[in-house]
């Protein structure tokens, strides 16, 4: 069975700074999925990350596909209160249509 | 277009009893995915229904908890008798997919379950 492995597990910081976030895994991943869930609410898809090295960017969000295909990183750049959230990072299965999630990195943001 | 609809989306039971979950997927979705959310970890899938037929259930605790999708539409989810450890998130997600494509997975906003 394919682990992910999230860190950190919490992050709190001041509105402005920045941060990264990582998802690693033991085995080669096909495609990488990056969700933020706020609370009283479900996963929400951010982002999806197929090629290896690919970097896909979101307003101030930045996403990095290892080269390899084992890790992917979350870079956040002068974070906001609205940021706040928990983070997950997910492998997608096209075969099976399945997602397997990482444990989460909840992030908390203070003005 | 409307969201994946849950119902309830609180529940607080006593251990020994039963409960059951609604779920109302987005209109169309071939798929639908039931899943577990413990506090401070990610959810995790309990099973998944194409259509009307359980793809996977191999996550599912079989002895307290079911599942059924009427008419490849709604779905219910079922424990019967509640655990302390059942405490969690039910997330109900529901995706296009049919095989072979990446596609995204549509999650509703859960049903908080608390068993003391």
């Known amino acids: 069975t394919q682990l992910l492995e999230q860190s950190p597990q919490f992050l709190s910081i001041q509105e402005g700074e920045n941060l990264t976030v990582y998802c690693n895994s033991s085995s080669v991943f096909s495609s990488l999925q990056w969700y933020r869930q706020e609370p009283g609410e479900g996963p929400v898809l951010l982002v999806t990350v197929v090629t290896g090295g690919e970097v896909k960017k979101l307003k101030r969000l930045t996403f990095q596909f290892g080269d390899a295909r084992k890790d992917s990183s979350l870079h956040i750049t002068a974070a906001q209160p609205g940021d706040t959230g928990l983070y997950l990072c997910a492998l997608y299965s096209s075969n099976t249509g399945k997602l397997i999630f990482g444990q989460g990195t909840t992030l908390q943001v203070k003005p | 277009e409307a969201g994946v609809a849950q119902s309830p989306r609180y529940k607080i039971i006593e251990k020994r009893q039963s409960v059951a979950f609604w779920c109302n997927p987005i209109s169309g979705h071939a798929t639908l995915y039931w899943y577990q959310q413990i506090l401070g970890q990610g959810p995790k899938l309990l099973i998944q229904?194409?259509?009307?037929?359980?793809?996977?259930d191999s996550q599912l605790p079989k002895d307290r908890f079911s599942a059924e999708r009427l008419k490849g539409v709604d779905s219910t989810l079922k424990i019967q008798p509640a655990k302390l450890e059942d405490s969690a998130v039910y997330l109900c997600?529901?995706?296009?997919?049919?095989?072979?494509?990446?596609?995204?997975?549509?999650f509703g906003p859960g049903t908080r379950l608390t068993v003391t």
């Open positions: 997600a529901s995706s296009p997919y049919s095989g072979g494509v990446l596609y995204e997975q549509y």
């Open positions: 229904f194409q259509n009307n037929g359980v793809v996977d």
